[in-house]
């Protein structure tokens, strides 16, 4: 067990229809945008160069789609803990996130299911999370599935 | 390349052009390096995701059987090398190889479906096919077409890891206003 770190984990039986998740705050910095590039291998200049950005029309440098996937998952998986399994996400980038901005990251259950998958039973949750700015305007609308631990994890549909 | 600003060397060609190209497949492109914990961790760091499957090498064996990559970093594994030595120059992406009018591009959408976790150790592969090309459509940022790929990435042994569909914007900036 590291220090630090939360261990705690939601099972599928826990999730209710219609819960909202924890909303999740980051403020990107210039620093975290150039990270974004290093870090994600992703050079292009609209991540890293404010001119090239202000060519394309954008006000100054922006995330990359990584970061704005990474910043989803971390959004659903925060509150799902640990040993949730992304099996499936849909971003939309509506709005570039700049740096300077604040993101906010919030969720909703939509569903709860079980699905039949080569003779097992896989516990899934759908999660809609929407990424803001600190204008209250839609950056990054999603969809995600994540598979969840059960405590029955035998039982049939 | 010295004179290309993005680094993509973005072909120029007419709609045409790039609708003949619909459903064409790139060959097979390898990624240059084993998934890692330096690259993860650099990315956790970015992105301040604190799930313990990424810290803690204990927790990550029980549960996912090594230390799983975070399924954002898909595209990472396998983006081309900004220098190598003495090899061809990097590839650039199939999005990155359609002609058309646009100078510049934007990421507009991303749907990826995750069939097993990455873990520390895996090389993956992609093959990618480009499935769609709008015709020109207006946006805020400017005049251009939407470019659709489907792309497959693979472990080492073949194993399908995970399905991607990706929509980015090649455009043409509108003028300053201001």
Redesign the interface.
């Known amino acids: 067990?590291?220090e630090?770190?939360?261990?705690s984990q939601r099972f599928w039986e826990d999730v209710r229809d219609g819960e909202q998740l924890p909303a999740v705050v980051?403020d990107i910095t210039y620093r975290?945008v150039i990270?974004?590039t290093?870090?994600?291998?992703?050079?292009?200049?609209?991540h890293h160069d404010p001119e090239?950005a202000?060519?394309?029309?954008?006000p100054t440098i922006y995330l990359?789609?990584?970061?704005l996937?990474?910043?989803?998952?971390?959004v659903v998986?925060?509150w799902a803990g640990?040993?949730a399994?992304?099996?499936?996400?849909?971003?939309?980038?509506r709005r570039?996130v700049y740096a300077g901005d604040r993101m906010v990251g919030e969720g909703v259950v939509t569903a709860r299911r079980r699905e039949q998958d080569r003779g097992l039973v896989r516990h899934l949750v759908d999660v809609d999370v929407v990424v803001r700015n600190q204008h209250g305007e839609v950056c990054c609308p999603a969809s995600v599935t994540v598979e969840l631990p059960a405590r029955s994890p035998g039982r049939a549909p | 390349m010295t004179d290309d600003?993005?680094?993509?060397a973005l072909p120029v060609g007419s709609y045409e052009d790039a609708r003949a190209m619909v459903g064409h497949r790139a060959d097979v492109r390898f990624g240059h390096v084993d998934v890692n914990e330096a690259?993860v961790r650099?990315?956790c760091?970015?992105?301040?995701?604190?799930?313990?499957?990424y810290?803690?090498r204990d927790?990550a064996r029980a549960?996912w059987g090594g230390l799983p990559a975070?399924?954002?970093?898909l595209?990472?594994w396998v983006?081309p090398?900004?220098w190598q030595p003495g090899g061809p120059a990097p590839t650039p992406l199939l999005t990155a190889r359609v002609p058309l009018p646009g100078d510049?591009?934007?990421?507009?959408?991303?749907?990826?479906?995750?069939l097993r976790?990455v873990l520390e150790g895996d090389r993956l592969s992609v093959t990618e096919e480009l499935t769609d090309v709008s015709a020109q459509k207006q946006t805020?940022?400017?005049r251009g077409h939407f470019v659709t790929t489907a792309t497959t990435y693979r472990r080492q042994d073949g194993e399908v890891v995970a399905r991607m569909t990706?929509v980015l914007f090649r455009f043409t900036?509108?003028e300053?206003s201001s």
């Open positions: 067990v590291t630090g770190l939360d261990y980051d975290r990270m974004n290093a870090a994600t291998w992703d050079y292009f200049p609209g090239y202000r060519s394309q029309g954008q990359n789609t990584i970061h996937m990474g910043f989803v998952d971390r998986t925060g640990g040993r399994f992304v099996v499936r996400r849909r971003v939309s980038v570039s | 600003p993005t680094g993509y690259m650099a990315f760091a970015l992105v301040r995701d604190p799930n313990p499957s810290w803690d927790y549960h975070p399924p954002a970093m595209m990472t983006m090398m900004e510049t591009i934007v990421n507009i959408s991303n749907d990826t479906e995750y976790p805020s940022l400017g990706n900036a509108r300053a």
